[in-house]
């Protein structure tokens, strides 16, 4: 028996294909849950389905498509229904605010936080039917720490963490907790490139008081918690999963005798 209990859970999972995504899918799978992947790309998601096994079933689904999210929910309710929707889908369309158009704008706040609602709504609404279930969003620690030249980025991941607390305070009285893990440097398929550079590896690195880049495992084990029976009184929190990194700035404060 699982320490996390969540055997014979069905956990929808937005984003699957991508790299915090997988380690999710995978480790809801190695803990006895069925996994649904939910991607707009079905040649990321569809092997991983296959390899999980277990009843895991992707779904090609687009978060900025209400009408897509919507024939995704209809499929798992009518198979029963979601335990867990954890929300990690994400995209990323850097830029000065300056400069950033309205259509790059528009399309990161409809993926990274209006998909968010939907899906939530969407999944929603069967565990409130049955008066039990449990949300997770992927937020960031650039929602409190303002990331620059990342367009709406920083915007979009702010608003993700109120979400999840307004949707624990109008939720929870129905049986529903919602919980943010916010990610601090993770090198993922998405940030890959950022790390290309040795040198830049190292820098990065040290600014990190672990001394170390965030693996998607390292997240994909705060998000298990959170959505786990281990966590039943925990709603509207936000875990931060940085390596002590948005606790490092006054470090960098130069001071006399202090290195």
């Given at each position: 028996m699982s320490w996390l209990g969540l055997e014979g859970r069905t956990v929808v999972i937005t984003g699957a294909g991508g790299g915090i995504g997988q380690a999710l899918a995978r480790s809801f799978a190695a803990e006895g849950a069925r996994a649904i992947l939910?991607?707009?790309d079905l040649d990321r998601s569809g092997p991983l389905a296959e390899q999980l096994g277990g009843g895991a079933l992707a779904l090609a689904c687009d978060l900025a498509d209400p009408g897509s999210v919507a024939a995704a929910a209809g499929r798992v309710e009518a198979e029963g229904g979601a335990d867990v929707l954890v929300n990690s889908a994400a995209i990323l369309r850097p830029g000065a605010l300056e400069s950033v158009s309205p259509e790059d704008w528009s399309a990161m706040l409809a993926v990274n936080?209006?998909?968010y609602l939907t899906a939530a709504q969407a999944f929603g609404r069967g565990m409130l039917g049955r008066g039990r279930g449990a949300l997770v969003h992927v937020a960031s620690i650039a929602a409190s720490q303002p990331q620059p030249a990342s367009g709406a980025y920083s915007?979009?991941?702010a608003a993700v963490a109120m979400l999840s607390r307004q949707l624990a305070a109008e939720?929870?009285?129905r049986g529903l907790r919602s919980n943010c893990v916010s990610p601090g440097l993770v090198l993922t398929p998405m940030s890959a490139a950022f790390y290309a550079d040795p040198e830049v590896k190292v820098r990065r690195e040290a600014m990190v008081p672990l001394r170390r880049i965030a693996s998607p495992q390292d997240m994909a084990d705060a998000v298990l918690?959170?959505?786990s029976d281990r966590a039943a009184y925990v709603t509207g929190q936000d875990i931060v999963v940085d390596g002590g990194l948005s606790q490092?700035?006054?470090g960098l404060v130069?001071?006399?005798g202090y290195a």
């Open positions: 939910l991607d707009r936080l209006t998909g915007a979009s991941k939720w929870g009285p918690y959170l959505a490092s700035l006054m130069p001071r006399p």
